[in-house]
């Protein structure tokens, strides 16, 4: 029960497959109680069921570019709650056709569209939360390493995640002082609705089970004991720091022996 008694807002739960709510769930078997919104109506009738499982409040409509709308979600929080200990943001979104081909090709439209909805929203939702951690608390945001290395597709979305990893650091040193906590999982890829839109995902996960030093995939059990260690107290000195849950894929700097061979040979197969 590392989360006993705390508050904590879960963004970003689409369906069962995602990583907010294997962390929702996570958090709940620990003692939290859970806030559980909602980014669009498309996702209503399965977010519901789900936050009923968990007795999860607060599943409200919330999408991150409607002011009204968050207004609405802390206004309910502060009037019912009055407090929260922690905040999960799990939100990104970039047009699909973007997300495939060059980063060249990324049009001012889209790349404003996906920093407001993936970058901005964190730093919208820590101001708005902060007043309300009053004993301290610990917000969460979910990256790639998209963010740190250029990876096919990831395009947009890897440039935003560099700015979402970079806010995580200005907003540890903003609100470090109000014993609030700011870092950032760098999880490795796994196949949910938003990580489908990414061109090729399929066969990046196949590649990327065997490139990492635990020989798999990141699973939705390691995300969610990472992020269950950040929001609880057990992580009390730790902020401004992006932690790779990713099966070690990151500390690598080049393919396996194995997988090396195979491709050596299929090149040397098409001279
Ligand atoms: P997901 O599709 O389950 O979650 C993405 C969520 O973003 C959805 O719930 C969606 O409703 C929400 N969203 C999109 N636009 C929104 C808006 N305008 N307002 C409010 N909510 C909005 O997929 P996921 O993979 O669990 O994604 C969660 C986070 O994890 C994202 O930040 C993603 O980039 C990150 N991440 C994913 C992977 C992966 O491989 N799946 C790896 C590393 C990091």
């Known amino acids: 029960m ?15 497959w995602s990583m907010a709510w294997a962390i929702a ?3 709940h078997e620990n003692g939290a109680e859970i806030a559980m919104p909602y980014g669009h109506p498309n996702v209503e009738k399965r977010v519901r069921p789900l936050a009923e499982k968990i007795g999860a409040k607060f599943v409200q409509e919330c999408n ?18 009055g407090h ?6 799990a939100i990104a979104f970039s047009d ?58 990831y395009n947009v979305m890897g440039v935003a995640k560099s ?13 470090g002082r109000d014993k609030i906590r700011v870092n950032a999982i760098s999880a490795g890829p796994i196949l949910t609705l938003a990580s489908s839109a990414v061109g090729g995902m399929k066969g990046l996960l196949r590649l990327n089970a065997e490139q990492t030093p635990l020989r798999r995939n990141m ?11 950040l929001f609880s107290d057990l992580s009390s000195g730790v902020t401004g720091e992006t932690h790779h849950v990713d099966c070690g894929y990151n500390s690598t700097g080049m393919i396996p022996n194995e997988l090396k061979e195979i491709l050596l040979k299929k090149l040397d197969e098409d001279k």
């Open 84 to 89: 929260l200990d922690g905040v999960l943001h």
């Open 219 to 229: 699973t939705l059990a390691d995300v969610s004991g990472a992020a269950l260690y």
């Open 25 to 27: 769930q996570r958090a």
């Open 163 to 175: 700015a979402l990893e970079s806010s995580v650091r200005y907003l540890a040193s903003d609100l």
């Open 64 to 81: 991150v570019q409607n002011d009204e709308q968050m207004d609405a979600l802390f206004d309910a929080i502060k009037r019912e709650w």
């Open 96 to 153: 699909k056709n973007e997300l495939t081909g060059r980063y060249a090709d990324t049009t001012r439209e889209n790349f404003k569209n996906t920093m407001d909805i993936s970058v901005y929203s964190l730093v919208d939702l820590t101001r708005r939360a902060a007043p309300l951690m009053t004993d301290g608390g610990s917000v969460v945001a979910l990256t790639y390493y998209g963010g740190e290395k250029s990876v096919p597709n």
């Open 2 to 16: 590392l989360l006993k008694g705390k508050k904590i807002l879960i963004t970003g739960v689409a369906n069962d």
